[in-house]
């Protein structure tokens, strides 16, 4: 998934240097919002400005900024922003009342937040035996969290922290089906999974164990990113509902895999199946000129590297209309079993074979 990323920002740099074409003539296409997250770092690597629509961007979306207020208080302790964004969320009984009384504290002994909660027990702050407890056990558990950074990857620590703090838990528990609950998961699932893909690159590179601190500065440098404001010739990012309407010289549908589009949760019955075919026909006709199908051979799922088959919807579009940048995947694990014939055998020559990337 992160190749398919840089394939799409590749493509662009490299249509804008021969045709001198504007940003503003390249939209990328998803079907979920958790999909702009590869997308979003691959133009950012090639400098690429892009604007998302009806949506944040992709560190910009609330779940992602609790995960990581969790991460930076690991990093830095003393980050009172952070503190206060994670201290009660999920809720754990520390109100707004005793944050106020920690914050006068602080204030008084010329200490950090997390310094006077770390010597609650010495300071009269008037908070009940119970409170105390609730702030006892917050410190012990970011300094579990800061034991375990010593040792182990970003990955590792993102993934136990998500658990141990319930944010998961939470997603499930509001989940119940609605699109939001489910878009937030998603959303903290790709987080995970950008993590996981900085981690093992850089155990490719460089042999480190990919620490939490260099993600981090990664991260810094993407959300400074997504504060410059400056000119308005960028690329359109945005999921296909959102594109009805629109159109693009060059559009990139991305993610065309099975149990992705079509979504796994619209597959039940064959009306949600059509409906998913006709959001595809939404998608490829919002291109004027160009329309670039890419689907990744894997992808990272809660961490895990899992196989993925081609959409379906590739294999429906008559063969003399493609161009296949790689040899497509023989084995497909969906079989049209309707209007087969019509579509005869694939001609070979319409291959084009691409050179393998150095490295």
């Not at 509001?174 to 900085?198: S, Y």
């Not at 009306?271 to 006709?285: D, G």
């Amino acid at each position: 998934d992160a190749e398919e990323g840089r394939f799409v920002a590749s493509t662009i740099f490299e249509q804008k240097m021969l045709h001198q074409k504007m940003n503003g003539e390249f939209a990328i296409l998803y079907r979920t919002n958790a999909q702009s997250r590869a997308m979003e770092d691959a133009l950012r690597k090639r400098d690429i400005p892009y604007r998302i629509y009806g949506g944040l961007s992709f560190y910009q979306r609330k779940e992602i900024k609790d995960v990581l207020g969790y991460l930076r208080m690991v990093i830095n302790p003393k980050d009172e922003e952070a503190l206060v964004r994670i201290i009660n969320f999920p809720t754990r009984g520390i109100g707004n009342t005793t944050v106020e009384k920690l914050n006068i504290a602080a204030n008084h002994y010329k200490r950090s937040i997390f310094e006077v909660m770390e010597h609650i027990d010495k300071i009269d702050l008037k908070l009940t035996a119970g409170t105390k407890n609730k702030i006892n056990d917050f410190v012990t558990m970011i300094k579990n969290f800061q034991v375990i950074n010593e040792t182990q990857d970003a990955y590792y620590l993102a993934d136990y922290v998500v658990k141990k703090t319930g944010l998961v838990l939470i997603q499930e528990m509001r989940k119940d089906g609605t699109p939001e609950g489910i878009a937030k998961l998603e959303n903290i699932e790709e987080l995970l999974n950008g993590i996981k893909d900085f981690t093992e690159g850089q155990k490719e590179v460089d042999g480190a164990r990919g620490a939490l601190a260099e993600f981090m500065e990664d991260v810094a440098l993407a959300t400074d990113l997504d504060n410059d404001k400056g000119d308005d010739d960028r690329v359109a990012l945005m999921t296909i509902h959102l594109a009805k309407g629109l159109e693009f010289p060059t559009v990139f549908c991305v993610g065309m895999e099975e149990d992705l589009f079509p979504s796994a949760m619209s597959m039940s019955t064959r009306s949600e199946l059509e409906e998913e075919r006709r959001l595809f026909y939404v998608a490829l006709t919002r291109a004027e000129h160009q329309a670039y199908l890419t689907y990744a051979q894997s992808r990272y799922r809660w961490g895990k590297l899992t196989d993925c088959d081609p959409s379906r919807f590739i294999e429906e579009i008559a063969p003399q209309y493609l161009e296949f940048l790689t040899p497509p995947e023989t084995n497909y694990r969906y079989k049209s079993g309707i209007n087969s014939d019509i579509f005869g055998d694939v001609d070979k020559s319409k291959f084009r074979q691409t050179k393998p990337v150095s490295g």
